[in-house]
């Protein structure tokens, strides 16, 4: 079942610019003018349910739409693009192509779990990867684009780690090791993971509103779309006498949903 929940967006200030971004191409013939959202997939063949809405996604929902952006976690890890050589990523990498010579336009950003996304996955997939952060002209609404990670400011040990991974040394020194080193240390990071986040405050794990205004205010847009903390809404706010909106992606965990957006707003759409 899918119930979808929209609600109009503001209408652009003619004083602000309105930067070229993906969604200049020319529009595919036969597809809806609009673009649909997704993120925090967390993608593995340990998690068969997930998988199986996901290939629906591709097969029932996102062939009509002009373009698709996946930001950020759409894989549980990502230890290298030669993880590419597995089963599993083989036939979602399979999947997105197909898509694509559909005439799709799919965007790719890197998420905390899947940073390592490289050229030979948007070689074997067609996407193009966003640079984080991304300012897009999404139906002439100037629109930023994060994972949402880097909202999460009260996580100190987070964001020391985050520093830490996206360091190009530690990275070449990752992908130096044999891939089943990789895969196996990703597990325990993981695992980790899991355990230092159960004894974290909720709330520090949210994005903190003071990152979020500046946000706004350092790129001079209306609408940011990001994911990561698996709490989907739609937030409205004023920043410096401008009204502003913040939506927020939902995971894909449990059940899943996407956010679609076109010239008349953005709406959250949700599936069972």
């Not at 996955?121 to 640079?131: C, E, H, V």
């Not at 847009?221 to 809404?233: D, F, L, W």
């Not at 006498?241 to 996407?258: K, Q, T």
């Amino acid at each position: 079942m899918i119930e979808r929940v929209d609600i109009p967006g503001g209408p652009n200030n003619p004083g602000e610019p309105t930067p070229k971004g993906p969604d200049s191409a020319p529009r595919r013939r036969g597809a809806r003018p609009e673009s649909l959202f997704i993120s925090d997939l967390h993608l593995t063949a340990e998690r068969p349910a997930a998988n199986a809405r996901f290939f629906r996604f591709l097969d029932e929902i996102a062939p009509a739409a002009e373009a698709i952006y996946i930001l950020g976690d759409f894989f549980e890890a990502w230890v290298g693009d030669d993880a590419l050589a597995d089963p599993f990523h083989a036939q979602v990498a399979a999947a997105l192509h197909q898509l694509v010579s559909r005439g799709v336009r799919l965007f790719v950003m890197h998420g905390n779990r899947d940073f390592l996304l490289g050229e030979d996955f948007t070689r074997a997939t067609g996407a193009s990867l966003l640079t984080e952060p991304c300012v897009v002209n999404l139906y002439d609404q100037p629109t930023l684009l994060l994972h949402g990670d880097v909202l999460c400011t009260d996580d100190l040990d987070y964001q020391q780690f985050r520093r830490l991974v996206r360091d190009p040394d530690w990275q070449a020194g990752f992908l130096a090791r044999p891939l089943p080193e990789r895969v196996a240390l990703a597990r325990e990071l993981r695992s980790r993971s899991e355990q230092v986040k159960a004894d974290k405050r909720p709330e520090i794990m949210d994005a903190n509103p003071e990152a979020v205004l500046n946000a706004f205010r350092q790129h001079g847009v209306r609408r940011m779309i990001h994911g990561h903390t698996h709490r989907p809404a739609h937030h409205r706010l004023m920043v410096d006498d401008r009204a502003c909106e913040r939506w927020v992606l939902p995971d894909w965990y449990d059940s899943g949903g996407y956010l679609v957006c076109s010239e008349a707003g953005c709406g959250l759409v949700y599936l069972d």
